[in-house]
């Protein structure tokens, strides 16, 4: 009886292992067209199960990584899409998408210590309008005004007023913050660059201001 029940165990044992290999030999594709559809569904924790299995399989797949991180940012799991994004950051540091998804878990994992000093060393590597409008983005949304401001302006400076985006980023951030007259100034010199622009104009709607060429004003910045 010992003898069968050895060979009984054994034969249960290497059924189990061939259902695990059988298992494994699911491809690494496969698994990520499954996270694919499961985030299009809006099954969540299936998609993070499935990039997951990616990740464990694939280490340095930093583009599975930024799904299973953008997965478990809508499952509110912001400390965890953090340590994947960090990964990413570290093998694609220039991947916009990425410094994005990282700074924006850091601030819903409500570390905006770590989120200021992560975007002013990219502000002081690379004096560009974009790191200045991305620091007065999530300065904004974490709520220091001062700090958005400042931000907006050094991006409207070092864009020279050729562009809307500085000028209409101002202009909501005062707009929001209650200072009506500063939000029309800010809007005018946004109506200077784009007179046509339909979004400019339904601003100044909003406040009151019937938009018209003569509206325009030359931005600060422009001399």
């Known amino acids: 009886m010992k ?21 494994d030999t699911r491809s690494v594709q496969s ?20 990039y997951g299995a990616v ?15 953008k997965t ?3 499952l509110e799991k912001p400390v965890a899409a953090r340590e994947h994004l960090e990964v990413a950051h570290n093998i694609q540091p220039r991947d916009e998408e990425v410094v994005d998804l990282l700074a924006q878990a850091m601030l819903e994992s409500d570390d905006e210590a770590s989120l200021f000093s992560f975007l002013h060393h990219r502000t002081r590597s690379h004096r560009t309008v974009g790191e200045f409008m991305r620091l007065g983005f999530f300065a904004e949304r974490a709520g220091d005004i ?3 401001e400042r931000a907006y302006l050094t991006a409207a400076r070092l864009d020279g007023g050729v562009t809307v985006e500085p000028q209409v980023a101002l202009a909501d951030l005062y707009a929001h913050s209650g200072d ?10 946004a109506s200077y660059i784009e007179p046509e622009n339909p979004q400019i104009r339904e601003r100044l709607r909003a406040l009151g201001v019937v938009p018209g060429p003569t509206l325009a004003l030359e931005p600060d910045e422009a001399n």
Do not use: H, K
Not at 7 to 15: D, E, K, N, P, T
Not at 36 to 47: C, I, K, S
């Open 3 to 23: 003898w069968i029940s050895t060979a009984v165990m054994l034969s249960i044992f290497v059924g189990v292992l061939a259902g695990c290999q059988a298992w």
């Open 31 to 50: 698994y990520r067209n499954s996270g694919d559809r499961a985030f299009e569904r809006g099954e969540y924790t299936q998609a993070a199960a499935e």
């Open 55 to 69: 990740v464990d399989r694939m280490p340095s797949d930093w583009r599975v990584r930024v799904a299973l991180a």
């Open 72 to 74: 478990l940012l809508v």
């Open 146 to 148: 001062d700090e958005a």
């Open 180 to 189: 009506e007259e500063a939000a029309i100034r800010r809007l005018r010199m």
